[in-house]
């Protein structure tokens, strides 16, 4: 097949693609990739980017590793895919195994799914199948937070932020969920007690409707990048008991070290009754998640009136995917991710932080490897996403946050090359 050029590319994704988030719009910006290579990627054109997005928190080792190029390409000279219905393999057992070891403690049953958004789901029908088979019917709701994402499915998006995951449009199909204030105590300032109101009288209010409490641990993503404080998260996990209501943690974006622990929960010593995992799992290589849960929670499903956890994709722990996502997770434990994350706090801080004294800056916060401006007004892709790319860097804004996550293995110089990017931004 001929190669094509940038060119033709440009022409037939305007004409047939759609892209995350896209409107038909011809002028958004949009850039052909080549190829990928430690922390930079190629255009066609031979521009060469330094990656600040770790594709959507993903690609946390770099692209092209060599290592997990093996992975795949070993486990691609077996099989590539085989059902998972009657039938199992070695790299999901291992996969499985694994998260159940590095996992807060009590989460020992794995349900593999195709992407983060379908973890969710699977995490939804867990805790309602789990209150279902304990007679408990009328517990079917599931209480989230403001600002969160969970995902653009339809059970995950209901339980995304009211406004920015545009409920109103969706309003016929979307199961009505109960929403509580965001957390307002922020990771670095004194705890108060008071931040626990709001969800502390929902809890008190609708524990009888109510399967679970959904919760992005420490870090909200992509409804607004704030860090919370641990205690919220800590005093969470006891209100659950209290009112007998499960805890879903969403570790789908900061699993796998991001924050400076293996597990944000880690941040508040928590294990939840269901956990999703997805985007670093494989390195970034291939679409995975998965959603863990206690012995109690899988227990009480299976003797449940169903006997059986409803829910079965026909790529369900495909061998390729858990072969990668063992090899990335065993490279990211046999190295310094610690010393490197907490290299690239110090870094962002240096960097990022001064950039409070500019006028058209809001805030500026950093959490191991996450650095985030707030700007005073929406960044306005068309112009800010070519500026960045002119000067070789690779982000991604969203309304008004400039931020970066990068792969761990950036180099300090590269680190610079993101930041005095972003700081241009903040001053021109
Ligand atoms: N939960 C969180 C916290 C996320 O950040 C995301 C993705 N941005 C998802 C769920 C959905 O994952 P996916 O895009 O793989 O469906």
Redesign the pocket.
């Known amino acids: 097949m001929k190669v094509l050029s940038s060119a033709e590319i440009l022409t037939l994704d305007r004409t047939h693609l759609w892209h995350p988030y896209s409107s038909l719009d011809p002028e958004a910006p949009l850039y052909p990739v080549a190829s990928a290579e430690g922390c930079e990627i190629v255009l066609t054109d031979g521009r060469l980017l330094v990656d600040g997005m770790a594709s959507?928190?993903s690609a946390i080792h770099g692209y092209n590793r060599p290592e997990l190029n093996q992975a795949v390409t070993q486990q691609l000279a077996k099989m590539a895919h085989v059902m998972f219905g009657g039938l199992t393999h070695e790299p999901a057992v291992r996969l499985a195994e694994t998260l159940v070891n590095i996992a807060p403690p009590g989460l020992h049953r794995v349900f593999f799914a195709d992407?983060?958004?379908?973890s969710?789901e699977v995490a939804i029908k867990m805790a309602l199948q789990y209150q279902l088979s304990r007679g408990k019917r009328s517990k079917t709701r599931i209480l989230s937070v403001r600002k969160a994402?969970?995902?653009?499915t339809l059970g995950?998006m209901s339980l995304c932020d009211p406004e920015t995951g545009m409920h109103h449009l969706f309003q016929s199909l979307l199961p009505q969920q109960i929403f509580v204030a965001a957390p307002a105590c922020t990771f670095h300032q004194p705890w108060e007690e008071s931040c626990l109101e709001d969800l502390k009288s929902a809890l008190r209010e609708h524990q009888h409707e109510l399967a679970a409490l959904m919760l992005?641990p420490i870090v909200q993503?992509?409804g607004g990048m704030r860090f919370y404080h641990p205690e919220y998260l800590r005093a969470a996990r006891e209100l659950c008991n209290e009112f007998d209501v499960l805890l879903i943690i969403?570790e789908?974006?900061t699993g796998f070290g991001r924050t400076g622990r293996l597990f944000a929960c880690e941040h508040a010593g928590i294990s939840p009754d269901i956990l999703?995992l997805?985007?670093a799992l494989t390195g970034g290589y291939m679409?995975l998640?998965a959603t863990l849960c206690t012995e109690k929670v899988a227990r009480g499903i299976c003797d449940g009136e169903a006997g059986v956890f409803m829910h079965g994709p026909t790529f369900m722990a495909n061998p390729l995917a858990c072969s990668v996502a063992l090899a990335s997770t065993q490279l990211l434990l046999h190295s310094p991710w610690q010393e490197r994350i907490a290299a690239i706090e110090q870094q962002l801080c240096t960097e990022l932080l001064p950039l409070r004294d500019s006028p058209v800056v809001a805030d500026v916060r950093v959490l191991g490897g996450i650095g985030v401006v707030e700007l005073r007004q929406p960044v306005d892709m068309k112009v800010v996403v070519p500026k960045l790319v002119d000067q070789g860097v690779w982000l991604r804004p969203f309304g008004r946050l400039l931020y970066t996550m990068p792969p761990y293995v950036i180099g300090s110089d590269q680190l610079r090359q993101i930041t005095a990017a972003m700081a241009r931004i903040c001053t021109a």
Request: proline share 0%; with cysteine.
């Open positions: 959507w928190w992407s983060g958004s379908v969710v994402y969970h995902g653009d995950a992005e993503g992509a969403d789908i974006a999703c997805g985007k679409t998640a």
